[in-house]
T-cell receptor, first 114, second 115 residues
Framework: DAGVIQSPRHEVTEMGQEVTLRCKPISGHDYLFWYRQTMMRGLELLIY????????DSGMPEDRFSAKMPNASFSTLKIQPSEPRDSAVYFC????????????FGDGTRLSIL | AQKVTQAQTEISVVEKEDVTLDCVYETRDTTYYLFWYKQPPSGELVFLIRRNSFDEQNEISGRYSWNFQKSTSSFNFTITASQVVDSAVYFC????????????FGGGTRLMVKP
């Protein structure tokens, strides 16, 4: 079975540019999560969706960050304008809509903002 | 509020040694779930195991074993006869009985297994 698919795997861009990260969750999973991982702050939950609806975006650092889930098989995380401090690994994860189900993670996108 | 503490930030062992990774958690919930994830040098996060708060049986899977003790709020992970391929960062995590399976992660333990 296909796991969570993220693209691109690596992104290098200059500050001020718009960055779009993409995620395809596992089919049949109703929850989708976006995380950011840095050495300083570890794994941080940015936002999560249930049935394509954003439930909690309290982890989104600034208005420069936005996330959408137009359908059950696709989500985007956008940063506009990007800044060097946004450099991190961004993970997408999905889980089934049953209590206690594990989250399954994509391979992550390593983002570098120059 | 929930909290997961992995006091060991880094552990170094020699191949074939046994190693235990500690995880202590705090929660006010009576029903909750605990997880371990592995993050190898390649960077992906791999789900290893889930345990619910009503199941205190220890679990063994090959060289891996997990010891859940509710009395001490601990969910420790032991690797027997460690191998170089076990080198990774290991995360312990906790979720509530609701809240969309949101995970509270510990800070992770970096395990280095030397040949």
């Amino acid at each position: 079975d296909a796991g969570v698919i993220q693209s691109p795997r690596h992104e290098v861009t200059e500050m001020g540019q718009e960055v779009t990260l993409r995620c395809k969750p596992i089919s049949g999973h109703d929850y989708l999560f976006w995380y950011r991982q840095t050495m300083m702050r570890g794994l941080e939950l940015l936002i999560y969706f249930n049935n394509n609806v954003p439930i909690d975006d309290s982890g989104m650092p600034e208005d420069r960050f936005s996330a959408k889930m137009p359908n059950a098989s696709f989500s985007t995380l956008k940063i506009q304008p990007s800044e060097p401090r946004d450099s991190a690994v961004y993970f997408c994860a999905s889980s089934q809509d049953r209590v206690g189900q594990p989250q399954h993670f994509g391979d992550g996108t390593r983002l570098s903002i120059l | 509020a929930q909290k997961v503490t992995q006091a060991q930030t880094e552990i170094s062992v020699v191949e074939k040694e046994d190693v235990t990774l500690d995880c202590v958690y705090e929660t006010r919930d009576t029903t909750y779930y605990l997880f371990w994830y592995k993050q190898p040098p390649s960077g992906e996060l791999v789900f290893l195991i889930r345990r619910n708060s009503f199941d205190e049986q220890n679990e063994i899977s090959g060289r891996y074993s997990w010891n859940f003790q509710k009395s001490t709020s601990s969910f420790n992970f032991t690797i027997t006869a460690s191998q170089v391929v076990d080198s990774a960062v290991y995360f312990c995590a906790l979720t509530r009985n609701n809240a969309g399976n949101m995970l509270t992660f510990g800070g992770g333990t970096r395990l280095m297994v030397k040949p």
